[in-house]
């Protein structure tokens, strides 16, 4: 016997089928979702990369090496130099804080064009060293200046009148030339300055060269003088540990941090 569908029954067979397509296309929206956020985010290990591509007079890489030191997700860091160095304080203060970080964390250096003074002093902190062939570097050393116009002021009539609560209050002043008493003190401390930035250079480097501290040491005493040398020079000095580029940085730094390639992301720390 044929028997008749009603239409309340057609009407429920078509709204079963409507929800059966829903949970289908549902489903199948949860899934590429799912494989979106396995295959196409980016992973969450990232090599940070802080550049220093300036005079370093202040401590704005302190704040960024400490950002890279706090970041958790931030396995591994480039030091990207293009730098001529910059005041002693804010030198030794970004030296010291990447020593710091090198102790928590991989540490590569780049040396792109120029890396001298102060600015090696810094990367001389880090575990690995990479320089071109052509990079400038060393030119090691401290240096004071104090521009004196006391004989222009006396030659125009210029006349001035300085209230002071210290003898030392106005060093460097431009109205007047230093006295006997002070160049000694300045070149005492430029002098004390000088020995603490290569200790500093040798104490980081030490373990890193072939040879043994001391012959370091006697090496490196070649530079005193404030001379620059190239950077295949450079690593036979054992300021540098290899011949390399910002790619091979990335690669070693990740390396050193047991990462694989697609298993970490490059970000930029110097915004």
């Not at 030191?69 to 970004?94: E, H, M, W, Y």
């Not at 002043?173 to 300045?186: G, L, Q, S, V």
Request: net charge negative; with cysteine; proline share 3%.
């Amino acid at each position: 016997m044929r028997r008749f569908i009603s239409d309340e029954e057609g009407l429920s067979r078509e709204l079963t089928r409507l929800i059966i397509l829903i949970v289908i296309i549902g489903g199948l929206s949860t899934a590429g979702a799912f494989a979106y956020n396995i295959y196409l985010a980016p992973p969450s290990a990232k090599v940070g990369v802080v550049t220093i591509d300036d005079t370093v007079y202040n401590f704005e890489y302190v704040h960024q090496i400490e950002d890279a030191l706090d970041d958790d997700s931030i396995k591994a860091v480039v030091v990207k130099f293009r730098s001529p160095g910059g005041s002693a304080n804010a030198c030794f203060q970004t030296e010291e804080s990447l020593s710091t970080l090198v102790a928590e964390k991989p540490v590569v250096a780049d040396l792109e064009e120029y890396a001298a003074s102060g600015a090696y002093l810094i990367a001389s902190a880090s575990d690995y060293i990479y320089a071109h062939s052509q990079t400038v570097t060393a030119g090691l050393g401290v240096m004071a200046k104090w521009v004196s116009y006391e004989d222009y002021y006396e030659n125009k009539g210029i006349d001035y009148f300085i209230w002071k609560s210290g003898e030392q209050k106005d060093w460097f002043a431009p109205w007047r030339d230093p006295t006997e008493n002070e160049i000694a003190k300045i070149e005492n401390l430029v002098d004390d300055y000088a020995n603490e930035l290569f200790e500093r250079i040798i104490n980081n480097r030490a373990g890193k060269v072939p040879d043994n501290k001391e012959e370091f040491e006697n090496r490196i005493s070649d530079l005193k003088d404030g001379s620059i040398v190239y950077g295949s020079d450079a690593l036979t000095y054992g300021l540098v540990d290899n011949l390399g580029d910002y790619n091979n940085a990335v690669e070693k730094a990740a390396t050193m941090a047991g990462l694989e390639d697609g298993e970490y992301q490059v970000v930029n720390l110097s915004k």
